[in-house]
T-cell receptor, first 118, second 115 residues
Framework: GAVVSQHPSRVICKSGTSVKIECRSLDFQATTMFWYRQFPKKSLMLMAT?????????EQGVEKDKFLINHASLTLSTLTVTSAHPEDSSFYIC??????????????FGDGTRLSIL | QKEVEQDPGPLSVPEGAIVSLNCTYS??????FMWYRQYSRKGPELLMYTYSSGNKEDGRFTAQVDKSSKYISLFIRDSQPSDSATYLC???????????????FGEGTQLTVNP
């Protein structure tokens, strides 16, 4: 149980392209989803917290117009990197906090999306 | 000073060894303590979580929390090459409440178990 699916797993695109990453909770409803960024050999850096049906809360230093987050349903959140540039290349990971059966469990993570901007 | 301190390693041990991984923290509000395992190019996988102080055992893994010392540990018995990964400790003041469920991570310890 508590499976979080993230898609795509790998993206390579040209500078200036916008890229959308999907995060789905497959077997539970996620009231809150989190988006992280991870640099090589570093820990996870929280970018934003999204709650279903409301605006995301961004961490200090994260550009909300650059990283658009939508959490339209209890099983889906999306992160769109707009007009991506090489410095946006990174490993992006989502996680979900559940309710119901999973309300007493910590966050469960997707397998990440490796984004490479040429 | 970071809220959570974790030795990044790398740590290299022979197969069968007992591995001890540790984190210290400074925020006394933390009540929930997690250990995640992350393989290369994958997302973190929840291994263990505990509430408040005490021990929790699951197979070859034992998690210990000492809130008085603000110190948590993960022990891996009979370590296997498949245990080679980065281990991240994480903590939160609350689990599910929206305002308090954010996790604070350690830097992660890179472990290699040699056959």
């Amino acid at each position: 149980g508590a499976v979080v699916s993230q898609h795509p797993s790998r993206v390579i695109c040209k500078s200036g392209t916008s890229v959308k990453i999907e995060c789905r909770s497959l077997d539970f409803q996620a009231t809150t989803m989190f988006w992280y960024r991870q640099f090589p050999k570093k820990s996870l850096m929280l970018m934003a917290t999204s709650n279903e049906g409301s605006k995301a809360t961004y961490e200090q230093g994260v550009e909300k117009d650059k990283f658009l987050i939508n959490h339209a349903s209890l099983t889906l959140s999306t992160l769109t990197v707009t007009s991506a540039h090489p410095e946006d290349s990174s490993f992006y990971i989502c996680s979900a906090a559940g309710q119901g059966t999973y309300s007493n469990q910590p966050q469960h993570f997707g397998d990440g999306t490796r984004l490479s901007i040429l | 000073q970071k809220e959570v301190e974790q030795d990044p390693g790398p740590l290299s041990v022979p197969e069968g060894a007992i591995v001890s991984l540790n984190c210290t923290y400074s925020n006394s509000a933390f009540q929930y303590f997690m250990w995640y395992r992350q393989y290369s190019r994958k997302g973190p996988e929840l291994l263990m979580y505990t509430y408040s102080s005490g021990n929790k055992e699951d197979g070859r893994f034992t998690a210990q929390v000492d809130k008085s010392s603000k110190y948590i540990s993960l022990f891996i018995r009979d370590s296997q090459p498949s245990d080679s990964a980065t281990y991240l400790c994480a903590m939160s003041a609350r689990l599910q409440e929206t305002s308090g469920s954010r996790l604070t991570f350690g830097e992660g310890t890179q472990l290699t178990v040699n056959p």
